[in-house]
């Protein structure tokens, strides 16, 4: 058997107290294949990327290309999610079956909204 040096000793006694330190079973050792050729390497499955692509909350194109432009110019929330809370927040502001409104009274809901952000120093 050959006489392994004082490194390889070393590097053999490492691993084997970080196996016992995880608790982990000792790694098997490699697998040759069968014509004596180099060792073989499986590519381990990857979990699919779970980034989304767009908001949580499904919104219109229109709108979602809207809102992606103004934050873009006017960086007024650090994070979609901040951006989602502070949407979140004015709608729980409005009474309920507002989103019921007809197009006359949404309108109507908007430019009174506009005119109380803008008697307090908001401009659009």
Do not use: N
Request: proline letters at 10%.
């Amino acid at each position: 058997m050959k006489q392994r040096t004082a490194a390889e000793q070393q590097i053999e006694l490492l691993r084997q107290m970080k196996e016992s330190k995880a608790g982990r079973q000792p790694l098997p050792p490699p697998q040759r294949l069968r014509d004596g050729g180099p060792l073989e390497r499986t590519a381990a499955p990857r979990p699919p990327r779970g980034k989304a692509k767009g908001p949580a909350l499904p919104l219109g194109q229109e709108t979602w290309r809207l809102l992606r432009e103004r934050q873009a110019s006017t960086r007024e929330f650090r994070s979609r999610r901040e951006m989602g809370d502070w949407a979140a927040a004015l709608l729980l502001a409005l009474p309920p079956g507002a989103h019921r409104l007809g197009e006359e009274a949404r309108a109507e809901l908007l430019t009174r909204l506009r005119e109380w952000a803008e008697a307090r120093g908001l401009r659009p």
